[in-house]
């Protein structure tokens, strides 16, 4: 089992930036892949960025140039650096962790809330 544990999320006003961090534990040696997700109310789960063992990383078009995905192996942490924010950013961001195809292990989320 792997346990992840989101941190960083707030409110900001548009254009500031915020650092989300997600502590993983447990059988992280498992997971080939972590990522970010976010859900907006009434809206569908989307992927925002992730990043392999190799190193790597992919992102939604919606935040390319903006957001930058990274991991510190030696803290077992993922980050989520997120610049030039935007109103619609504004949702609920959960760190996920995938041993094969799909999601196996979800967070619990951290809210983002970008004012315009």
């Known amino acids: 089992q792997v346990q992840l544990v989101e941190s960083g999320g707030g409110l900001v006003q548009a254009g500031g930036s915020l650092r989300l961090s997600c502590a993983a534990s447990g059988s992280i040696f498992r997971l080939n892949a972590m990522g970010w997700y976010r859900q907006a109310p009434g809206m569908e789960r989307e992927q925002v960025a992730s990043?392999?063992?190799?190193?790597?990383?992919l992102y939604a078009d919606s935040v390319k140039g903006r957001f930058t995905i990274s991991r510190d192996n030696t803290k077992s942490t993922l980050y989520l650096q997120m610049n030039s924010l935007k109103p619609e950013d504004t949702a609920m961001y959960y760190c996920?962790?995938?041993?094969?195809?799909?999601?196996?292990?979800w967070g619990q989320g951290t809210q983002v809330t970008v004012s315009s």
């Open positions: 996920a962790g995938t041993e094969g195809v799909t999601v196996d292990y």
């Open positions: 990043i392999s063992n190799s190193g790597g990383t």
